[in-house]
């Protein structure tokens, strides 16, 4: 069972109807913000990324259900597309209907835009970086130091690989700690990556 998301959530107390000004800054103190990165080389083309595109769907789903602000970033050799962090489905799930895979794999452009987009988030607010990829690191040395930096920055990297090349290479930049990998197989792309959001709870 993942473990990325917060557990032990409880009420903030919130009773007044319409919500005020002020719920977003509440619901950061009890939520957080992920920035999901989805490999969309031209090896992912086809059914690969079909998979892909389903499980995030899934994983946004209950991520912002679980009270995080969902962003997306498509990547290859550089960024293909992107969509700022949120607190609403629909337009994640019609960004993710628009992937489309081509070109070669470097993580660094991804991995600093979504330091860009978490780290002007407080500190008190859960950041995670989520990130699917079938391919190596790209430059490897760059990529290591930049999760450090983000490691530092309280900003937790979670890694999920197709296959065990691509599962040993993206680990070197995960902030969690395994006995393996994470995994995924061709068969197993969706279920892997939506159950990256698996077993919520609201944290007290």
Known sequence: ????????????????????????????????????????????????????????????????????????????????????????????????????????????????????????RSRRTDRVVAIFGDGDLGDRGRAVAKSAVMRAEDIRILTLGLGDAAARALDEISTEVNEQPRTATPHTISTQIAALATGLQRRK
């Open 1 to 120: 069972m993942s473990t990325w998301l917060r557990r032990d959530f409880g009420s903030a107390g919130l009773t007044q109807y319409p919500v005020g000004a002020y719920l977003g800054k509440i619901q950061e103190n009890f939520g957080g913000v992920v920035v999901l990165c989805i490999d969309v080389s031209g090896s992912m083309s086809g059914k690969p990324l079909a998979g892909a595109v389903r499980g995030a769907k899934k994983f946004a789903e209950d991520a912002i259900g679980a009270y995080y602000e969902v962003g997306v970033i498509l990547w290859h050799h550089s960024i293909a597309a992107s969509i700022e962090p949120g607190r609403e489905l629909a337009p994640v799930l019609r960004f993710l209907d628009a992937a489309a895979g081509c070109g070669g794999t470097d993580i660094n452009d991804a991995l600093d835009a979504a330091h860009g987009l978490l780290g002007r």
